[in-house]
């Protein structure tokens, strides 16, 4: 038992207080899998509205936290709740900043404030942690919403005592999102003036939050191995491939997992009928169920119905979804897509819908139980990204039997397998040029293929058969806590030798 690694792993949303995407999954499940290894993991987020209409049951643990912003200062408190699996969890609330309708903004965009939202999160962070004696190796943090805490740990607390062991890592998430804001919000931040450089948090002449949070971390990890290569390439690093160039020794990809208690069909309370690999004629229940609901055609029980559930943001494709989905329903095959994001997606595929409301159904929002039904009902899963990080939905579908049909990019080309026919492997359908005409010849594929039953359930049980549990890459993360904690140890040691001497 590994009763000594203590880590405090802060991300803006987890699994159930909030959630706007697999940021979400990924913090909701892997602290469990950390917990199972032995690791004594405490979680922390903002206590939005969305968390504070979940109605947990939580304890005020501390009540006026002076939290530094400029030279002024805000008060919140700190709830404690626990996960199901008897993980502790604080909620950082601070009414002005996180009680509010969305988690970042709204549909016309970001909130004005979201640098001193997250600055105040990330310090009210450590500073709690102080005050309470809430001790830890490690500082897991995730995207750019937890940037500033690397850089607080090697600036401002750098000689503080209560801080003087510990180790940060960062995962990046989402490169599209890096956290830029003018430089005149740095004096907020609390940082040094002198930190603005290009060696810190300097970002083409403004700050970068997630910079903040790759420059200072002790590692750095990304949700595939392959997007951990992509993203030191001018094509896929946005900017930033230079600063993961520099940083490629302590750059690591690690794989997320599925979070198999709450996506498998063969114990899903929200879809109609339970299945496994060995029985999936309940997925047919599934199937008219979903037709069923959606108002599609009765036809398509026996058609293909092709699902997507996800953003509506360009990193996702849907200017290719856009393109080719009247194509799509030209092939005689249903169209369901659950997703919310940019107004102009939204608008085009809900008129869309309406023109075609016998093949098509279209539902702008974000509605986790109708995702486990689609899931679970449809026969293909569309992923089309542009990039993509890692990618949740396509992993939970194959478990779902639903054939994913991805671009191949990111952890998309990691975790998916195109079909061979003759030899029966794979896992899915795969387009490498992110084009329209790809996308669309791949879906033409999976569509004949769907009427040849027995190649189709070959396929589909592969799928099903794949294990992408959390517990290979969660003992990824622990040796790697392992190696930093290790490191900031022998370089304090050796600062202590240096005194002595
Ligand atoms: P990303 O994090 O980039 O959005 P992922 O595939 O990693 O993509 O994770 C997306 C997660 O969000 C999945 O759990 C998916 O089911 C869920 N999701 C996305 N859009 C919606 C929506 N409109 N309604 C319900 N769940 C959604
Ligand atoms: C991001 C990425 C997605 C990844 C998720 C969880 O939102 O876009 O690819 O699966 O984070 O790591």
């Known amino acids: 038992m590994r009763d000594s690694l203590k880590v405090w792993f802060l991300a803006s949303e987890v699994v159930p207080f909030a959630k706007t995407g697999g940021l979400a999954d990924v913090a909701g499940s892997l602290p469990a899998s950390l917990k199972d290894l032995g690791v004594d993991v405490s979680v922390g987020l903002p206590f939005y509205r969305m968390t504070k209409n979940g109605n947990y049951k939580t304890e005020e643990v501390l009540n006026g936290l002076e939290v530094p912003l400029g030279e002024a200062k805000r008060r919140g408190e700190v709830l404690k709740t626990s996960t199901q699996d008897g993980i502790p969890v604080y909620l950082f609330r601070q009414e002005d900043f996180f009680d509010r309708s969305g988690l970042y903004g709204t549909a016309q965009g970001d909130y004005p404030d979201n640098f001193e ?6 310090r009210a962070a450590l500073l709690f942690a102080k005050e309470t004696g809430l001790r830890f190796d490690v500082v897991h943090c995730h995207d750019w919403q937890t940037g500033l805490i690397p850089a607080y740990l090697k600036t401002l607390y750098r000689t503080d005592p209560f801080f003087s062991d510990a180790a940060s890592v960062i995962t990046v998430h989402n490169l599209g999102y890096q956290g830029v804001f003018p430089a005149e919000k740095l004096p907020t931040s609390g940082l040094p003036a002198s930190e603005f450089r290009p060696e810190g948090v300097e970002y083409w002449g403004k700050i970068s939050l997630l910079k903040a949070g790759i420059v200072y971390s002790d590692a750095i990890t990304t949700v595939s191995p392959r997007y951990s290569q992509e993203i030191q390439t001018p094509e896929f690093g946005l900017g930033m491939e ?4 520099k940083r490629s020794a302590d750059l690591y990809g690690i794989l997320n997992g599925a979070d198999y208690d709450t996506w498998d069909p063969a114990i899903d309370p929200h879809i109609k009928a339970g299945y496994t690999f060995s029985d999936t004629k309940n997925k047919k229940e599934c199937k008219v169920d979903l037709v069923n609901e959606l108002g599609l055609d009765r036809r398509f029980v026996d058609r293909p119905v092709l699902g997507m559930i996800s953003r509506l943001a360009a990193q996702k494709g849907c200017d290719l979804l ?5 194509d799509i329903v030209q092939l005689d095959a249903g169209l369901v ?8 997606y939204q608008k085009f595929l809900v008129k869309l819908g309406r023109e075609y409301p016998d093949s098509m159904a279209v539902r702008i929002g974000f509605d986790e139980t109708l995702a486990h039904r689609i ?11 542009r990039y993509e990080p890692c990618g949740l939905t396509q992993i939970y579908a194959l478990r779902y039997g639903t054939v994913p049909i991805v671009r191949a990019t990111g952890g998309l080309d990691d975790t998916i397998e195109q079909f061979a026919p003759g030899s029966g492997q794979g896992t899915g359908f795969k387009f490498v040029d992110y084009e329209a005409k790809a996308f669309l010849e791949k879906i033409q594929e999976a569509v004949s293929l769907f009427e040849d039953n027995t190649t189709w359930m070959r396929l589909v049980t592969n799928g099903m058969k794949c294990d992408f549990s959390w517990e290979r890459s969660a003992r990824e993360y622990v040796s790697l806590y392992e190696k930093v904690k290790q490191a900031i140890k022998n370089k304090s040691e050796v600062r202590n030798d240096r005194r002595r001497e």
Do not use: C, K, N
């Open 117 to 122: 939202r997250f600055t105040y999160f990330s």
């Open 242 to 245: 230079g600063i993961f160039q």
């Open 322 to 326: 856009v393109q080719i989905a009247q």
């Open 337 to 344: 897509i659950l997703g919310a994001g940019e107004e102009t």
């Open 375 to 385: 899931m679970a009902g449809a026969d293909m899963l569309l992923v089309p990204s």
